[in-house]
């Protein structure tokens, strides 16, 4: 948790944006675990088939497709 004021520098504006990053990450890793992720990439030929084997939205779908790309695991 932050304060809103801390957002107008500059400096807390990075440590906001650096927390919010690694608790998304961290979301990604425990909502779908790599394993299943492969799994499901190869079972379903489109990403809205994957997302709902998956019981995940489209838009988070994305999301961990974006993390574990970033993080050279997939």
């Known amino acids: 948790m932050y304060y809103l004021q801390d957002y107008c520098n500059p400096l807390y504006r990075q440590n906001i944006a650096k927390a919010e990053r ?3 990450d961290e979301a990604c890793k ?4 790599l394993d299943e992720l492969k799994k499901a990439l190869r079972e ?7 997302a709902e ?10 999301d961990i497709i974006d993390y574990y790309q970033r993080k050279g695991m997939l």
């Not at 425990?30 to 675990?33: K, N, S």
């Not at 379903?44 to 994957?50: L, M």
Request: proline share 4%; charged share 25%; glycine share 0%.
């Open 22 to 24: 690694k608790a998304s």
């Open 30 to 33: 425990l909502l779908v675990p």
């Open 44 to 50: 379903n030929d489109t990403e809205y088939a994957a």
């Open 53 to 62: 084997s998956l019981d995940i939205d489209l838009f988070t779908y994305r």
